[in-house]
């Protein structure tokens, strides 16, 4: 057996270590106000359900003043709220409901550019190529005869060159879409501004950030060309002059000491590409952020062998630095895993089977919504309703098929309860096969996934083996993956397309599908999970 231990803080183990987190994509979580576009009046409406289903905090999307060319990401006043999603008291009242409810508040924070409508790049168009207003972002002269050519070959996330030239002359950088340009962050007044965003946000009292782009901000100096195409490829694979440059590290721990100085164990997210295990770790270490996204768990195709390695090489580096790793299985700009996983009928069963095994790993594990109602992928969406930035420029990697609204009631017909009664559209539209997989179809059944994930979530809270801890891998048949947490409890992944026959670990507890069992042999269902009361060590 090998063990593989996540070490805990020098400190009382935290609430962030294991905590489940639920994402809440704003716009298409709930709409209040009856416009079709999901708000925070919304949001608050659906507490309850959030708390009922076992998680222990939310983290929110964008809700800031923007002109939507990034659906939010793209921020023009980072102390406010957009009125599309309510206003500054509503947030507030979230806040305080959320609280009531015993669970946290976590919000977006977008460091690595702005809109082209924030008021600092209106300045700085205005200000001409000798202006002080442009120091405060990555302005620059132009290569060629007359400036006619980019500064150097750096490509945009979302395709195409990452800059965009100005009337002047001079071209602006932007990693992303051009109406994001990308803060310079050797300019004193950019750290003295987020400074102050967080501390605006933490006397609100939100309990930490989520924080957009966290390995970006700082670039090599002399902006070096990186000599190759398809460099959105190599996010995350290799090193890029423009990514995860160490630079990034002191504004961490910057915000660490900020997050450190109020009550209440406020935490920060990292959003983070690194082109290896190790370089990911340096994010987590004890002085900056206390979490990142794990998003090689979350692009690990369907294999036992494949997830066992994933799982290893995530818990070991967490422990190298004393992080919980974090899990997760879905977000707002990857494909829904029930159609990553095949889709169909054996999607909906491996992800089943994958809800169980994140929530019995060690650490943190975080819920996209509509994942625990076991929502596919939205392939069919009308071209008139695409509106992803990223699928303007690349028709491959369009992410609006994520981000179709939830389906709450079984009444009438779409949008299912996701508006007030008599508004019948929604800004996705939403497949009228969704009834039966609307919150309230699911509560009625339990068999449903919706029941399987509160369950999991209740027996993750009851069992004291959970959460944060150790992993120990025992022996299991091919194609299948088993370890314990603590003495008592034992997770089993059957990942193959057959029933599997092992001995029976101790008593069931939950099971994604199936199994079957005599005396004490236990015959395993195709892509199933199952956990177990072990009887012996």
Known sequence: MTELAVQPSAVTTRWWRDAVIYQVYVRSFADGNGDGIGDLLGVRSRLRYLADLGVDAIWLTPFYPS????????????????????????????????????????????????????????????????????????????????????????????????????EDGQWYLHLFASEQPDLNWEHPEVHEEFADVLRFWLDLGVDGFRIDVAHGMVKAPGLPDVGASGQA??????????????????????????????????????????????????????????????????????????????????????????????????????????????????????????????????????????????????????????????????PDSGRDGCRVPLPWTVAGEPPYGFAPPGI???????????????????????ASMLSLYRTALTLRRERPELGDGTLTWTGSPAGTLAFRRGDAFVCVLNMTPEWVEMEMPGDLLLASGGPETAGDVVRLAPDSATWWSARDV
């Open 424 to 446: 019948y559209e929604s800004w996705l539209p939403m497949p009228a096969d969704w009834r039966d997989l609307s919150v309230e179809a699911q509560l009625r059944d339990g």
């Open 67 to 166: 002109p939507m060319a990034d659906f939010g990401y793209d921020v023009a006043d980072y102390r406010d709220v957009d009125p599309l999603f309510g206003s500054l008291a509503d947030a507030q009242a979230l806040i305080a409901d959320a609280h009531r409810l015993g669970l946290r508040v976590i919000v977006d924070v977008v460091p690595n550019h702005t809109s082209d409508r924030h008021p600092w790049f209106e300045a700085a168009l205005r200000a001409g190529p000798d202006g002080p207003a442009r120091e405060r972002y990555v302005f620059r002269e132009g290569k060629g005869a007359a400036g006619e050519l980019p500064p150097n070959d750096w490509e945009s996330i979302f395709g195409g060159p990452a800059w965009t030239r100005v």
């Open 233 to 394: 490829e190599m996010i995350g694979a290799q090193v890029v002059p423009f990514f995860d440059q160490d630079g990034v590290h002191e504004i961490h721990r910057t915000w660490r000491r900020i997050l450190d100085s109020y009550e209440g164990e406020r935490i920060g997210v990292a959003e983070a590409w690194a082109p290896s295990p190790e370089r990911l770790a340096n994010y987590v270490r004890p002085d900056e952020l206390h979490q990142a996204f794990n998003f090689h768990f979350l692009k690990t195709p369907w294999d036992a062998a494949r997830f066992r390695e994933v799982i290893d090489e995530s818990v070991r580096t967490s422990a190298l630095v004393g992080a919980p790793p974090t899990w997760v299985l879905s977000n707002h700009d990857v494909k829904r895993h029930v159609t990553r996983y095949g889709g169909g009928e054996r999607g909906l069963r491996r992800a089943r089977a994958a809800a169980l095994l994140m929530l019995a790993l060690p650490g943190s594990a975080y819920v996209y919504q509509g994942e625990e109602l076991g929502l596919p992928e939205v392939l069919d969406l009308p071209e008139r309703y695409l509106q992803d930035p990223q699928r303007l420029r690349d």
